[in-house]
């Protein structure tokens, strides 16, 4: 069983920046495909981010893919994702997911088996 913890959030004005962490623990960390997604207020949640931990192959939504960056710390477990230039849209809450490799389909949800409880981002204009 996979145990995903999200920390990082919180309420930054736009054009700042902030940096979220999800701990993983219970599993081999470099067999995971890890990713964020968020869900905005009134929107389906999204994927924005993930990485392949064994290769470290990145993938983004191009929505975002100039501001964001997910990174990983295998001495942590822990993958980060580093948020640009925010601005008032990057509103929501940001979820971290992981999943057995090979996935086909990196950002959609339903490749994604475990979940963390999610942690809020608001950016004020």
């Known amino acids: 069983q996979v145990r995903l913890l999200e920390s990082g959030g919180g309420s930054v004005q736009a054009g700042g920046s902030l940096t979220l962490s999800c701990a993983a623990s219970?599993?081999?960390?470099?067999?995971?495909?890890m990713a964020w997604f968020r869900r905005a207020p009134g929107k389906e949640r999204e994927g924005v981010a993930a990485?392949?931990?064994?290769?470290?192959?990145?993938y983004y939504a191009d929505s975002v893919k100039d501001r964001l960056t997910i990174s990983q710390d295998n001495a942590k477990n822990t993958v980060y994702l580093r948020l640009n230039s925010l601005k008032a849209e990057d509103t929501g809450v940001y979820y971290c997911a992981a999943a057995h490799q090979p996935v086909a389909y990196p950002l959609r949800t339903p490749e994604y088996n475990y979940w963390g409880q999610g942690t809020q981002v608001t950016v004020s204009s």
């Open positions: 990485r392949y931990l064994g290769r470290g192959t990145t």
């Open positions: 219970g599993g081999t960390f470099s067999r995971y495909v």
